[in-house]
């Protein structure tokens, strides 16, 4: 699935935002699409916490980080109140999605067509929407930061080079070369 | 101190090399330069821990991680055998410099050509050999991960544009895009 | 409320048990009562596992674990089918109980009968069934520890002296001593 | 080696205290003796913050801790000085012995009285001067929590039951029932 244009997310209903999140309004941005489940342990303890981190990390402009509730176990309990609760007692402030269930399965649609294992999946979408990773299970920080690094740094084969600076994507002390010899 | 041109290494010895390791010989490659001190504990705590999932996490051919045991307290008792059997115990392999003490003070050269602030600290240098990061204390992995990332995948103004893969820096299944439109 | 004695739960249902828990029916056991909530990040991520720490340390003939889901808030939405599949995904294997709603307000009625004051709360009960400790937020493990321990030897002014030994509340190789002068 | 009387430290000077410790000197009070090397990272990582919380947790009056530093290798680099600086960086405040070398061979004399095998160790002395447990690795806080409080509860065959509360030994909200029944 990773290296194929992102499909758009399909959601049953939305948090934090008063309109659907298109993926296509997104374009210019790096886009980190992190899949839980509000029941799933790793979820909660290693994939929710890594999505926060990334949120306050990295520039808005830059990185935009959207969540998707992955419901495919517990389906009467997990309702979208226990969501909605979740998300106000975590403080998650980015837009998530709720994904809209399957007609003929346990496996919601967005699921599906990102062809998840499981939760938590983290996928890293570059500015021409392209996914450019697609992991299951606990990530290195070290590692994601990396490959988010460089799909900021990365504008493409047709756009001319970014130079890299604080101001683009990565809020520190990150600093540009004064007349580098 | 950052954006200028890194200096060299000054060392009384090097550890894990048969050869003096010059700056202006890992052109081309991001360094990683890892200072600290075996008996500070946020040095032993966190910056060599930080220090050794760098090593272990990029290709070297992309990512040269070095370190400099920067002795400007504990003199007497910080010997090089003492140094030298750290990085033993502590399964370091990139190579250490231990920094060559002043003539006049406390501050060993290299920590005073670097204006460090102490230790741990951790000094980025791009592919031309220019700072572009310089960071006392603890630095989130996030953060650092993607200023990497960023400085692996910055090829400089005169370069063109270097293809995003996992062969190049970083050993993941990170992937290149087939066919983009 | 520490130092009185321990009041009778009373539970809407009680999981992983076919019958009602009566903490008069644990008399000669230490009680650990570990009060939480499935949608309270403190409870997840310190209560809970301390509480699954305990439940594995000691011996369940001398130390019983039970659990309190004090639903004071999001009461739509935390459901019994809520609290049994979070129960079953973070595998808690000791009777839990959840709290009799109140009539009257949103503190259920076991949470108000021990005047908690939010959760995570431990309860620490001891032999007798007298409350020794009442704790509101995270606790050390070192602590509580000790705590258990000395309720595990404490047998109470009108008992005879327990050895001390592997047998008795601590599965370890914690050892009695073998003729002591 | 557990549940025989603890032997006495042979020392080849002492850190924190202006006179010997000897083991003799604290009957009626748990003693823990906590092995470590400067240069030994599961001590460094693990073994030492421990003892730090054991130090920090209980009364001194009731529990002495006591560390060794225990020199089996790298004996020409790890000096006096060394240890000195170490203790000084961690902010150990309990006396601490450095092992009096052997004649013969690598391992120090009372490493080799206590038959430890290795660095983290770990002993428990109760109030009779009995060693009831010891370990060599990581230890859980929970588990040795217990084992100290159990110590700190346990007065003996042939004493007297000691009342559980807060003055005696641990240092928390812990209580004393009120006229239980």
């Known amino acids: 699935m990773a290296a194929a244009p992102a499909p758009e997310l399909t959601a049953q209903t939305w948090f934090n935002t008063d ?74 402030k980015y837009p998530i999605a709720l994904d809209q269930p399957s007609r003929s399965g346990p496996i919601p649609q967005t699921m599906e067509r990102y062809r998840m294992r499981g939760t938590p999946s983290l996928v890293l979408i570059d500015r021409q929407g392209i996914i450019r990773k697609h992991a299951f299970g606990p990530v290195d920080d070290l590692r994601i930061g990396a490959e988010i690094g460089a799909l900021i740094q990365d504008a493409g084969e047709t756009a001319s080079l970014r130079p890299l600076h604080a101001g683009t994507g990565i809020e520190s002390g990150f600093s540009t070369p004064r007349s580098p010899q």
């Open 19 to 92: 309109d659907e999140v298109l993926l296509s309004g997104l374009r210019g941005r790096v886009v980190v699409l992190s899949a839980f489940q509000v029941l799933c342990p790793v979820s909660v303890s290693i994939g929710i916490p890594q999505a926060l981190r990334i949120h306050q990390t990295f520039d808005p402009k830059e990185v935009a980080v959207i969540g998707l509730h992955a419901t495919f176990e517990h389906h009467a309990a997990v309702t979208a109140p226990v969501v909605k609760a979740f998300i106000q007692e975590y403080r998650l």
